[in-house]
């Protein structure tokens, strides 16, 4: 089993910028895909960033150029640094951890970007 623990979430200004970080707990890390899901009051839960166990990463176009994730093998942690936030990614931010059957989430963080 894993556990995904986050941190990083808060209150920022239009524009400014947060660090999402994502540490796995009791499972492997390396070979697993790791991802950042948000979901905002009333809309469906959605895939924001992505990264393989290569390290390729990919992203929608909503937040492309302005998110970027990465990963520390050795930390077992997943990052999603967020810039030029603008007050739609206002939302809670879960990490995902994906390796063969096995699948688990954090338990969530909300970024609020405020105009």
């Known amino acids: 089993q894993v556990q995904l623990v986050e941190f990083g979430g808060g209150l920022v200004q239009l524009g400014g910028s947060l660090r999402l970080s994502c540490a796995a707990v009791?499972?492997?890390?390396?070979?697993?895909?790791m991802g950042w899901y948000r979901q905002a009051p009333g809309k469906q839960r959605e895939l924001v960033a992505v990264?393989?166990?290569?390290?390729?990463?990919n992203y929608p176009d909503s937040v492309k150029g302005r998110f970027t994730i990465s990963r520390d093998n050795a930390k077992k942690t997943v990052y999603l640094q967020m810039n030029l936030l603008k007050p739609e990614d206002t939302a809670v931010y879960y990490c995902?951890?994906?390796?063969?059957?096995?699948?688990?989430w954090g338990q969530g963080t909300q970024v609020t970007v405020s105009s």
């Open positions: 995902n951890y994906k390796l063969g059957s096995l699948l688990a």
């Open positions: 009791g499972s492997s890390f390396s070979n697993a895909v």
């Open positions: 990264i393989t166990s290569g390290g390729i990463a």
